[in-house]
């Protein structure tokens, strides 16, 4: 009987060890593909994990790869704990026959601008928002939400390029950085601008439709978004618990999420809970554990 692996594309280096203990947990081989495999530490011994070097922007060569693999292997799932991925993963899944999410609701999810689009769509709450490709736009979008905004790009994550604006001089100094500096863009240039959504943070780990827990956290000083500390479970009554829960369901059914993990950010302000972020994924750090 072959030997039954789980493939993992890509990794990080705070939960991928955590998926590595996962899948020798059930019993399953581990096996990375990666673009570049030393940047992922927990790949040395002790948790020595079969890597393969292969481009993963590429669907056919990570298929021709699978393919290989399944001669040695009973593949029993493919996953990817980071954003840029996870539709990669999906189609592979829906190629092999595996469960999986739906490549195409992830890619609408990791578009910011389609996400919102789409949750406002809904009416789900979330902040007003604006798309700009150029300093123009950027200073024209901060104008009609009002300071202070945040401005990020409108594909990414880990918070990359990702600062609140409370000034003009603030704003052009990003927007520079974004479009001059060293931020690395997969495609042409799309800034999204956001009001500053102020209150209490939280975040909703979802699996499947299922709520599992909400966390609290607290940041450090702006302009970036670092955490510093986190709570869990987070210390909400029961009525504000469901309100956030009953949201993060409506943000699945907006998206047509449902499948596999999803990360929801909010912040809490005057109005109640505020959608921040919807991600097709787990948290980017070592979250709650039981």
């Known amino acids: 009987m072959s030997k039954r692996a789980l493939i993992l ?29 030393t940047r ?5 011994a002790p948790e020595r994990v079969e890597t393969i070097r292969i ?15 399944r001669a040695s292997y009973d593949i029993a799932g493919i996953t990817g704990p980071i954003d840029s991925v996870c539709a990669t993963v999906g189609k592979l899944c829906r190629h092999f026959d595996l469960p999986g999410p739906n490549p195409e609701s992830i890619e609408r999810c990791c578009d910011k601008f389609t996400q919102r689009r789409l949750l406002r769509e809904a009416g789900v709450p979330i902040p007003a928002f604006r798309l700009a490709a150029d300093r123009a736009d950027v200073q024209s979008s901060a104008a009609e939400i009002g300071l202070p905004v945040i401005v ?23 927007t520079t950085n974004l479009l ?9 240039p799309r800034i999204l601008v956001e009001e500053f959504a102020q209150g209490p943070y939280y975040c909703v780990d979802v699996m499947g439709s299922e ?15 670092v955490f510093c500390s986190s709570n869990f479970p987070a210390p909400l009554t029961d009525s504000n618990h469901k309100r956030i829960a009953d949201v993060s369901l409506s943000c699945l059914q907006a998206l047509g999420l449902g499948w596999g993990p999803t990360c929801i950010e909010f912040r ?17 750090g070592t979250g709650p554990r039981r």
């Not at 594309?9 to 019993?27: D, H, I």
């Not at 481009?55 to 693999?69: G, H, K, V, Y």
């Not at 909400?214 to 978004?225: K, L, N, R, Y």
């Open 152 to 174: 990020k790009p409108a594909v990414g994550s880990g918070s990359i390029g990702v600062r609140l604006c409370r000034s003009a001089d603030e704003l052009a100094e990003h």
């Open 55 to 69: 481009d993963t922007d590429n669907l056919d060569a990570l298929i021709r790869e699978c393919s290989r693999l």
């Open 180 to 188: 001059d500096g060293k931020h690395i863009w997969r495609s042409s």
């Open 9 to 37: 594309v890509e990794g990080t280096r705070s939960n991928g060890p955590l998926y590595v203990k996962a899948a020798r947990r059930l019993g399953l081989h581990p096996i990375t593909l990666s673009a570049d495999p």
């Open 40 to 44: 992922y530490d927990y790949h040395h």
């Open 268 to 284: 809490w302000t005057k109005l109640g809970p505020v959608v921040i972020e919807v991600n097709p994924r787990l948290g980017g």
């Open 211 to 225: 709520v599992i827990g909400i966390t609290a956290s607290d940041f450090g000083c702006p302009p970036h978004f």
